[in-house]
């Protein structure tokens, strides 16, 4: 009963400390935390509001990547930039549905639920569309998307072309 109780107790105790010396702390330290986006946030580019973010947001230099979800199958890759950057905007439309395949044909239709990459504010990440395209791509504000790499990229060293991108994909 003892091993129990302690087993309990000490995670709530723990959890008891932090809450209390949180206030202490962000005093001390000067740390303060704000919302990026949340389920209240309207998509830009799509209708409503995000109603899931089922990846781990990416950071670099105070800008934020992200990839959010939306009623009726929306589903996007985003950029905050940083409090200190110009213009100010809210976040930007980094790909979405609607953003034509750089090297390919027609639109994303999808993207790997795997970590993005975010330097600065070059975005990678990796994407598919119809007829079985799939690759890595990097879109950056400021420039047009590129390739990486896809399924028509000789593997550099190797023989013969990439087939996969998404580690353990049961579905390639």
Do not use: C, E, H
């Amino acid at each position: 009963m003892k091993t129990k109780l302690t087993t309990i107790l000490l995670p709530v105790s723990m959890l008891a400390f932090l809450v209390a010396i949180a206030p202490a702390a962000r005093a001390a330290f000067g740390v303060s935390f704000s919302t990026a986006v949340d389920t209240s946030t309207t998509i830009l580019g799509g209708t409503g509001t995000f109603t899931d973010f089922p990846t781990a947001p990416a950071i670099s230099y105070g800008n934020i990547a992200f990839m959010g979800l939306g009623s009726g199958g929306q589903i996007g890759l985003y950029l905050k930039l940083s409090q200190y950057s110009i213009p100010t905007d809210p976040y930007k439309v980094m790909a979405d549905l609607n953003t034509p395949i750089p090297g390919g044909t027609g639109n994303f239709t999808d993207f790997a639920l795997t970590n993005l990459s975010l330097s600065d504010t070059s975005l990678t990440f990796i994407g598919s569309g119809s007829g079985g395209q799939l690759g890595v791509y990097v879109a950056n504000p400021s420039d047009p998307y590129r390739v990486v790499a896809n399924l028509s990229t000789l593997i550099p060293g190797g023989s013969g072309y990439f087939t996969n991108f998404i580690p353990n994909d049961p579905y390639r």
